[in-house]
């Protein structure tokens, strides 16, 4: 199965139907040429796009990838690259960081952009996200700030990571926004009832899904939700002749709003599992029967 690619929302960039999530990139511990090896095998079966954020391993992420990028340059022109700014952590990477805080402020969103194009070694991100909700996030500041790295070639198109509804409006309502990447999975159920993606419908916005299997959660949680879920799902899979994993993202992509799960997996097989969930149409009360064991009840 080969993944394919639509835009993101009208007018905005086409992502692959499925991304492929670098945040635990640094964990690996791959070399250049296994980094390239890993981001050719999401490239031969359509998983085009790739998740970063400045911070992910310690701020060291985005530099093993670039190291990859500067190897095997070619790359570059296949791929999409959306990246996550305004989180600060503390530590020997960032010494002048005192506390954890966010920081959407202009300066900072502005280094942030132009660190990552160093350590990547491109000369543009094509989608940055806000990744967190900044009690001190002045609207308009980011707004100018988007539009002056978008003007100067830097970033193609802004989004955003974690907001509530409110909060995504209130920024949307200074500058286009292209996506909303969330939590979601069989786990974490908040984005279909807290009006997420029904804002996402009503704009034609294709939201993005970090820890779509409930971040492993799903194969080895003893939670009632996930014991319940993994029992279901694992009969379930059998019949369909699939992994438990593309089961559990094509219950995702089933939905209507057409999100993008962001699965990170170094394994050969983790790949083709999430390709895979793209070719699978699933029943649609067998959707229900997967929601029930989710939420442990009937739907009304």
Partial sequence: M?????????????????ASGCWR????????????????????????????????????????????????????????????????????ARPSHRIQHYDSSAAH??????????????????????????????????????LAMRDAGLVGHLGVSNFTVGQFDL???????VTNQVEHSLLALGPMYDGTFDRCQE????PMLWSPLGGGRLFSSTEPAAVRVREVAGEMAAD????????A????????????PVVSSSRREGVADA???CGLTLDRQDWFVLLRAATGTEVP
Avoid at 2 to 18: H, I, Q, Y
Avoid at 116 to 133: F, G
Avoid at 249 to 260: K, N, R
Wanted: aromatic share 6%.
């Fill in 25 to 92: 990139l640094a964990d690996w511990h791959y070399d250049t040429s296994a980094v390239a090896d890993w981001m050719r095998q999401s490239i031969d079966l359509g998983i085009t796009t790739f998740d970063h954020a400045d911070i992910y391993g310690d701020y060291q992420v985005t530099r093993l990838f670039g190291d990859a990028l500067r190897a095997q340059p070619s790359l570059r022109d296949r791929i999409q690259i959306v990246s996550k700014a305004n989180i600060a952590l503390t530590g020997d």
């Fill in 275 to 277: 390709a895979a969930a």
């Fill in 109 to 146: 969103l502005r280094r942030s952009v132009e660190q990552q194009l160093r350590d990547l070694h491109v000369d543009h991100l094509d989608v940055l996200l806000l990744h967190r909700p900044d009690p001190l996030m002045d609207a308009d500041e980011v707004a100018a700030a988007f």
């Fill in 240 to 247: 369909y002749g699939v992994s438990l994993a593309t089961l």
């Fill in 171 to 177: 920024l949307a309502s200074r500058v286009g926004l």
């Fill in 203 to 206: 704009l034609r916005i294709r």
């Fill in 2 to 18: 080969t993944v394919p690619s639509r835009p993101v929302c009208p007018g905005g960039p086409a992502l692959s139907a499925v």
């Fill in 249 to 260: 993202l094509a219950w995702l992509m089933a939905e209507p709003v057409g999100a993008i």
